[in-house]
Each structure stands twice: as C-alpha cells, then as structure tokens.
C-alpha cells in the first residue's frame, strides 16, 4: 500500500536560516512526488513536483526538494528562511496500483523573524 | 492559470440538513476531488470523479454523495448532516488521475 510520512509535526526556523521540512514514502512503482503549501483559511497550493530526471527539483518561491531513491525519501527545503514562508506543508505521493494522491498529515513551518 | 471555484467559503447547518458543496473548475479537466480536512489527519479523499457522471469511492465515503453532471462541475452532498461532518472541504482537479491537483480555497463546515 502507498503510504506517505511527515515525521515533524512542526517545525521551526528562525529568519534567514536553511529550513527543510521531511517525508518519506513508500510505494510499490516510481513514485510521483509533490509538495503543497497552505496558508491559514486556503486552499492547497501546488510548490513542486518529481516525476523523472534531476533528483533536485526546484519549485515557486525559492523552494527546491531532493529525491532521493536509497532513502525513499523527499525533503523541502530552502536556503534561507522568511517569515511569510510560515504556513503548513503537505507532502504527497502517487505511484503503485492506484493513480490517487495520498497526502501527509502536514508540517506546520514557523519562521520566526 | 487552472482556477477552482467553492461555492462557499463557510457553511452552518443543522443537524440533519441536506448539504450541498459545489466545486467548479475551468481547466477542461477530466478529474476531480473531494476532500475533508481534518487536524492531525491530513487530506482524506472522499469521493473522486474521471469523467462526467463517473465516480468513485474514495477513503472515506461514508455519509457523502457525489454528482458530477457537467466536465466542469463536482457537487460533494451530505445526505443527512451530522457534527462528525463538521470539518474543511476541499476540491481539487487534474488533468490526469495521478498528476498535479490544482485546489480550491476550501468551504470550512460547521454542523451544529
């Protein structure tokens, strides 16, 4: 079965300072990774995606995420930190038997100025 | 720019009531989502649509119906609202099943 694992319920990082923010997965075929963003009271909004090639992936507002294959692995990161990138992120995977997108619980990422 | 619209933003309903939360997307796109948002939980997909008048079950169906009688339009129902239904709705559309899902902003349900 297709899973996906966001192990830090929050994270924190102060202004300016590297951030990454983790997931892990497993499924049974290539995944298709991706991550989302959502701020208080919205919608998801879509940052970055793998689907083949370059296991760096760079994404909307700075925000780039490494897949590595040996770890199952798909961190978010960036290297330096604003306080509007405060919000909740999703990690989320599709591979295997099943075309559906199965989602994280969320990291809450709270930068602190 | 994929745009989904929710027919609205924050719902009260009574115990009991019948429900209707409407998605529109305007991307041409063949599938469509419905999720519930819950703290801790995550997303879980309810229902999931491939194409017009198609649907699906997804995690959580119980207590939910779907419609989908136009490419554009994804009508979640809850049939008999409870408070356990009280809880963040969200759609989203695709161009395929398994790929990028564009959301809307969501319609945060309180059942009283």
């Known amino acids: 079965a297709q899973s996906v694992a966001q192990p830090e319920d929050q994270v924190n990082v102060a202004e300016g300072n590297p951030l990454t923010v983790k997931c892990t997965y497993s499924?049974?075929?290539?995944?298709?990774l991706f991550w989302y963003v959502q701020y208080p009271n919205r919608g998801l909004q879509f940052l970055l995606k793998y689907i083949t090639g370059d296991n760096l992936v760079k994404g909307s507002y700075g925000f780039e995420a490494e897949f590595n294959k040996s770890q199952t692995s798909f961190h978010l990161k960036k290297p330096s930190a604003l306080v509007s990138d405060s919000a909740l992120y999703f990690c989320?995977?599709?591979?295997?038997?099943?075309?559906?997108?199965?989602f994280g619980t969320g990291t809450l990422l709270a930068v602190q100025p | 720019d994929v745009k989904v619209t929710q027919s609205s933003r924050y719902l009260v309903k009574r115990t009991g009531e019948k429900v209707f939360l409407e998605c529109v997307q305007d991307m041409d796109h063949e599938n469509m989502f419905w999720y519930r948002q819950d703290p801790g939980l995550g997303l879980r997909l309810i229902y999931f649509s491939y194409d017009v008048k198609m649907k699906e079950k997804g995690d959580i169906p119980e207590g939910y119906s779907v419609s989908r009688e136009k490419k554009e339009r994804f009508s979640l129902i809850l049939e008999s609202a409870s408070t356990n239904q009280t809880s963040m709705y969200l759609c989203a559309s695709s161009l395929f099943p398994g790929g990028t899902q564009y959301f809307g902003p969501g319609t945060r349900l309180l059942v009283l």
């Open positions: 989320a995977v599709n591979g295997g038997a099943t075309n559906k997108l199965i």
């Open positions: 499924v049974s075929g290539n995944p298709y």
